[in-house]
């Protein structure tokens, strides 16, 4: 097993009212989009978080519990543990156009995804879906990338009134050429586009979100179906899902409780 390495919070960024990135003094060169890192905080948990950068290590975290506020209470120059990169990530085609979609705090893998598929020179679109505009991240910085970008918001306050699953189905019907579909975001996006995906015959790929320990396969905390999220994914085909009892339905707690996904 790899120790956590401790190492200086370099920068921190205020994405929105609950989003926060944190740049690590950490180079990563070699992680791909999709893959996760464990935070650690010292005292506090460790975490899961998906790789929003890799040179410097950026990860983009949301405020949803105890370590998640710990981290947000974090300074420039405070120290934090990880370890990884970890699980299988995204992987792009040769050719032709994709369509990125990403929900809530699911913007840092597509992020990365993006730059990549940029630098590839693939036809690149992202929807970005939130529930109101005060809670889209990284809006400016898709701008500058130079990719197509749609928003959605659930209030209509920004972009299009709905949800970002509707405006990816728009968006994939009416484009030229069937594009290749990434998505990361609340499992309920997810089995909408999976649903889309199959049906219409699109290739898909889709990062889950199982409750970790290890990352790295040993503890069998993750496991869904006959898959280790942490290994097997977080990134699955679309046609990996078909017919998986837990997908949309079930997830376990940190002490192996069965639990309905929301
Ligand atoms: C592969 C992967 C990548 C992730 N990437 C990101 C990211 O980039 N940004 C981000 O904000 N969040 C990400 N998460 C989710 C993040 O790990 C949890 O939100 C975080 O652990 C919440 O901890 P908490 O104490 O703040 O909240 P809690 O109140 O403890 O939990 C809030 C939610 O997070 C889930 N969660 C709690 N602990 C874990 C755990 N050890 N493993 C998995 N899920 C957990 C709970 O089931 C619950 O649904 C990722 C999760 C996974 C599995
Ligand atoms: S988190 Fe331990 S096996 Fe996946």
Do not use: N
Not at 66 to 80: M, N, Q
């Amino acid at each position: 097993m790899t120790l956590p390495q401790t190492v200086p919070i370099r920068e921190i960024r205020e994405e929105t009212r609950t989003i926060r990135t944190f740049v690590l003094d950490v180079r990563l060169p070699q992680a791909e989009p999709g893959q996760f890192v464990m935070l650690w905080l010292p005292g506090v948990d460790e975490k899961p978080m998906s790789i929003a950068h890799p040179d410097p290590l950026t990860v983009t975290v949301a405020r949803v519990g105890p370590f998640s506020t710990a981290l947000h209470g974090r300074k420039v120059g405070d120290a934090l543990g990880w370890r990884g990169p970890y699980g299988r990530g995204f992987s792009l085609p040769e050719a032709g156009p994709v369509l990125l979609v990403s929900g809530g705090c699911g913007v840092g893998p597509i992020y990365f995804l993006a730059q990549q598929a940029v630098e590839r020179g693939l036809p690149t679109t992202v929807a970005l879906g939130a529930r109101t505009g005060l809670d889209l991240p990284y809006v400016a910085r898709f701008r500058v990338l130079g990719v197509e970008l749609h928003l959605a918001t659930d209030d209509g306050s920004q972009g299009e009134r709905g949800y970002v699953t509707e405006l990816a189905a728009h968006l994939a019907e009416r484009a030229t050429e069937p594009p290749t579909l990434y998505a990361c975001g609340p499992e309920r996006m997810l089995v909408v586009l999976h649903r889309f995906c199959r049906e219409q015959g699109i290739s898909g790929q889709l990062s889950l979100e199982r409750y970790m320990k290890c990352g790295f396969g040993v503890c069998g905390q993750c496991a869904m179906d006959g898959f280790l999220v942490c290994q097997d994914g977080p990134v699955f085909d679309a046609a990996q899902l078909d017919g998986l009892r837990d997908f949309g339905a079930a997830h376990r707690s940190a002490t192996g409780r069965r639990l309905p996904i929301r």
